[in-house]
Structures are given as C-alpha cells and as structure tokens.
C-alpha cells in the first residue's frame, strides 16, 4: 500500500498480516513485506518503526529474498487449491505440501528453502513458527536421508580453471557481445567473482592502479555486516588479461558510467547488417542479471564442447581458487581472495584433482 503525499515521494507502508485470508492475499501481502522499501524519514515514531523494520528485511539478500517469494507463492497456490489456511499454517500442512514437492521432483535444497520461506511468512507475520514443530524437522531431515541413500547429493559446478579459461575464450569474437563476454569471464576469473557480483559492477567500482585495477564490490556474501569490499585484478602479461579485456569492452560500447556488463541486442535478420560488426549490435543501459552471466557461461562452454550442466556460475570462483591451490598460494590467501568466513566454505570451492597424486599417505607403505 501507498500513501499519497504531494511533498514526499511515495513509500512502501506495509500492512497489517492478513491472518486467516485467502492464500492470494497472504501471498501478495508478502511480496509487499519483501519488498524492504525504507520509507523516507519524516522524523515520526511510525516511520522510524517501519524504517526498522525494512532495515530487518535487508538483512536477506535479495537472492534470498527471491526464493522466499517463489516459496510462498507455491505455498499459498498449493493451500489454495486444497482449501487450507496458509497463515498461521498449521504442521501437518506443511510437512504434506513438503511432501507433495519432493514427489513432483523437487530437490532437498529447494525443500529446505520452501520450509525456510513459510517459516519467514510467519515470522513476518509476527505468529508462532510451525515449522518449528518436530514433525516438519523430522520430515525434513527423512527428506535429506532418502534422497542420500538414493545417491542423490547436490551437484557442484566444476571449476573453470586456467586451461578450461583459455579453451572457452579463444574462439570468442571481437563484436560487441563477444568482447562483453571475454572481459566477464576474464574479470570473473580473476576477481574470484559469483555472478551476482559480476552482474553488480559498475564504472565507479572500477579504479585504474599501477599493477592492474582496483575493483569494489558494495556488497558480497562474505561480508554479512554489509560493507563493502575491495579486491585487487592484476594486468596480465597474455592475450588474456582480464584489465585490457575490460578496457577493450567499455571502449567499444562507449561505457563510461553506470552498469559495466550490459544486456547487448543483435539487429533482426535481413536488415542488410553484418551480425559480426560492433556497429550492427545494440547497447542496452541496464546490468545483465546473475542468471544472464550464468547463461554466458554456460552457452560459451557449450559452444566449444563441455556440457552445459557441468559449468555454470560458480565455475569462475572454483576455477580461481582451484588453479591458485594447484600453483601452491597459500590457503590463508586463498580465503582472502575469495571472501569466505571460514576455510571449511574454501574447501568448498577447491577441486582437488587426482585424489592419488598428493594423498598424504602416497609413498609411505
């Protein structure tokens, strides 16, 4: 809900929790409360209360925020089509619409993110969390030991290292989307970047610097307080350098402020345009979205023989920190670079290769 004012803009008001509606108000109530507008200060107790409480909600990230919402609305449309009441909700309930995604092929991490989201429907709410009650965590934790004895584990992405890079990268082309791409995946590569961050980079984060460039990130998963972060890109010596392919691509698209990786449109066929020329392509203004640098990854991998579902968006960072463990940088360094909390996150990115070559028993019997 909006509230009109002539003299300030117009601020998100979150509205009371519709308990015991139907399910198509309490999901568009909540996308509202996702939402987390801060409501412009107008020195009141009622804003700065909703102001706190929008400051709350960011505490998500907006990816999490994301699979919040895509869980209530499956939540709510599922309680709607069984006539069941959505909020407050009651254990039973979930623990069979929990059931019900995992039969239609849901994996266990959406599960557990679908439990998450109704559990912060409630939260929200400011009602008791049923998701708390023992038979929606046991169901849970059958859910995650079936799907183990079944041999169903999550799949990690494998890592693009320096020989998977250079393999990707060569037969990139010079027009518009292929120097945006060789600069993403190089900048990627380089930064030990995730997509989102990728996506998020604007001019202004990037400062010119005697070894390469300084790049800063506003925000980063590793830094859960919210403040910003500065990693270093080192100028290369090859073909590959991530700082002059970067250059090269804002030069060509006359980027000089704003979003860095942009969405870039290919003229209709037949217009009489050569589809390999700078100039025959179109420049959007806005960023390109995480899932959209996924796709680059992906589709540039495809194109030269790897599958698809093999390399994706966390391939650049694995990539990194795999081919920095292999040269013998040192793990606190690595964990550094890639902005973790703990080394036990790292091992999480590291392809470790031949189990055989450096086990620390080889050689000893």
């Known amino acids: 809900m909006r509230t009109p004012d002539p003299e300030l803009e117009p601020t998100i008001v979150l509205r ?8 198509a108000l309490i999901r568009a109530w909540f996308d509202d409360a996702a939402d987390a ?45 069984h ?23 849901c994996s266990v991490t959406t599960i557990q993110l679908r439990s998450a989201a109704i559990r912060y429907l409630h939260h929200l709410a400011g009602v008791a969390l049923p998701t708390q009650h023992a038979r929606v965590t046991e169901t849970i934790a059958g859910i995650r030991r079936a799907a183990g004895l079944a041999g169903e584990h999550p799949r990690k992405k494998a890592a693009a290292t320096l020989a998977v890079l250079t393999r990707i990268l060569e037969p990139i082309g010079d027009d518009l989307v292929g120097l945006r791409d060789r600069a993403l995946l190089l900048i990627g590569f380089a930064g030990a970047l995730r997509r989102s961050e990728l996506a998020a980079i604007r001019v202004e984060h990037l400062e ?5 460039l300084q790049l800063t990130l506003p925000r980063s998963k590793g830094a859960r307080s919210g403040a910003s972060v500065t ?3 080192p100028a290369g010596t090859t073909e590959f350098c991530p700082v002059k392919a970067v250059y090269h691509w804002m030069e060509a698209g006359g980027i000089r402020e704003g979003a860095v990786f942009r969405r870039v449109w290919q003229p209709p066929a037949g217009g009489g345009h050569d589809h390999a020329s700078v100039r025959s392509q179109i420049l959007g203004s806005q960023a390109i979205d995480p899932r959209t640098v996924a796709r680059i990854i992906q589709g540039r991998s495809e194109a030269v023989g790897f599958d698809p579902g093999v390399l994706g968006g966390h391939s650049l960072k694995r990539g990194a920190l795999t081919e920095g463990m292999e040269r ?13 909390k703990s080394y036990a996150v790292l091992d999480e990115y590291l392809e470790m290769g031949d189990p055989f070559e450096a086990h620390p028993m080889r050689g000893i019997l």
């Open 16 to 23: 009371p929790a519709p308990l015991n509606h139907p399910p």
């Open 231 to 233: 990693i270093a890109i």
């Open 83 to 105: 006539y069941l009441k959505a909020l407050p909700a009651q254990p039973e309930d979930i623990v069979a619409f929990l059931a019900h995604e995992r039969g239609r092929g």
């Open 328 to 340: 013998g940088v040192h793990p606190t360094r690595l964990k550094q670079h890639g902005r973790h």
């Open 208 to 212: 010119p610097r005697a070894g390469g």
């Open 37 to 81: 507008v801060v409501p412009l200060h107008d020195g009141t107790l009622a804003t700065a209360r909703r102001a706190a409480d929008a400051y709350a909600r960011q505490a998500k990230a907006e990816n999490t925020r994301r699979a919040y919402r895509a869980g209530v609305r499956a939540w709510c449309d599922w309680c709607d089509l």
